[in-house]
């Protein structure tokens, strides 16, 4: 896997939550926050060059941001996927609650922060360095990763 191209990082608007999520768990950085208005995504996106993705045709004008004009999930994750090359990186995934960076998290230091079943049954733990939110790879995660592949995504 190449290092050499920096890695396109998103503000995204109310209106692409799902997406926001998605991209964070691709290994995207990307911003989404409900309470941020259309001129505070664009000038959070316009502080740290990140592209803006959006529904608003408005908000579309805003140098290198791009009109998303779908409401369905996948073909959003297509059309990014498309225009930006988005792969999946384990390396880069995000917390997709706040967007923080997920450190690994030894797997005793876990104990007591996750559900017992959680627990005996994985081995790696990460935690978010934003909010603190563990994670781990459960039933829910080879469903991500199958939807993953599906898109051309992984
Ligand atoms: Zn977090």
């Known amino acids: 896997m190449s290092e050499d191209v920096p890695k396109p990082t ?5 209106m692409l939550g799902s997406l926001a999520k998605w991209l964070r768990m691709l290994g995207y950085d990307t911003i989404y926050d409900k309470t941020m208005d259309d001129k505070q995504i ?5 502080a740290d ?3 803006v993705l959006t529904r608003d045709k408005e908000l579309s004008k805003e140098p290198g941001a791009m009109l998303i004009e779908t409401e369905d999930l996948e073909a959003q994750l297509t059309v990014v996927r498309e ?5 999946f990186s384990e390396d880069t995934i995000r917390c997709t609650q706040c967007n923080g960076e997920l450190v690994s ?10 559900p017992e079943g959680a627990f005996a049954s994985n ?7 934003g909010c603190g939110k ?4 459960g039933s829910h995660w080879l469903g991500i990763m199958e939807r993953f592949r599906k898109l051309n995504l992984a």
């Open 123 to 129: 081995d790696k733990f990460w935690k978010c360095g």
């Open 83 to 87: 225009k930006f090359g988005l792969k």
């Open 10 to 14: 998103f503000a995204v608007d109310q």
């Open 42 to 46: 664009a000038a959070a996106a316009r």
């Open 134 to 137: 563990v994670y781990w790879r």
């Open 105 to 114: 998290l030894p797997k005793e230091e876990a104990n007591g922060s996750v």
């Open 49 to 51: 060059n990140r592209f």
